[in-house]
């Protein structure tokens, strides 16, 4: 099938709404994760912390992630794809409303390896479902689409979160809290086939 062909499959009757919702999802985690992960050291020297001790404080936010990710490898086959992603984007966004707005030491790290923990653990699940959506050959355009705009957005989200950032952690991550929560709700426009083969969707 040609490119063509491809992408007026992806909005047909069929596919459209769950090329919508793929699309929300992808672009909304994106535009949160790498927003929050860049600008937690500024927000942290800006709150007064050191340079040192906020980098330190992201270094061990970040080794959150790798517990968030098995955890979440996990739940895919108890749960579901589409309902762990739900819950771990439901949870990105609680943790990042708390990070926000917490000032001591130990808050800050608790609820920033929380952030990190439900995050990570969305970006697995959200591989495992992304590909399971929509069968071949379309599932390969919308993987294809979804590398090219991501590629973007890494080198352009610093820029498009820059404006945000300057309005203060709080409302800043509340900001991030949104779009996770918007992505959540994408998640349910999503089909969860877990378990058969890419043929026999």
Known sequence: MA??????????????????????????????????????PSILVDAGFS???SFGFTLIITLAQLPGYAVAAWLIEKWGRRLTLSV??????????????????????ASGMALSFFNLGAWGALYA?????????????????????QDRLDHRTPTGTGAVARW???????VFAVFFLIAAT???GLVDRGGKALDDR
Do not use: K
């Open 3 to 40: 490119n063509g062909g491809r992408i007026a499959a992806l909005w047909s009757t069929e596919f459209r709404s769950r090329t919508i919702s793929i699309w929300a999802v992808w672009f909304c985690v994106n535009f949160a994760y790498y927003g929050a992960f860049i600008w937690i």
């Open 51 to 53: 340079l040192v001790r």
């Open 88 to 109: 771990f984007l439901m949870g990105s966004a609680v943790s990042a409303i708390v990070f926000g707005t917490v000032h001591a030491e130990a808050a800050i790290i």
């Open 129 to 149: 479902v992304t590909p399971n959506c929509i069968r071949p050959p379309c599932g390969r355009l919308v993987q294809a689409g979804r590398r090219d705009r």
């Open 168 to 174: 203060g952690a709080g409302l800043t991550f509340v």
């Open 186 to 188: 994408a998640t349910w």
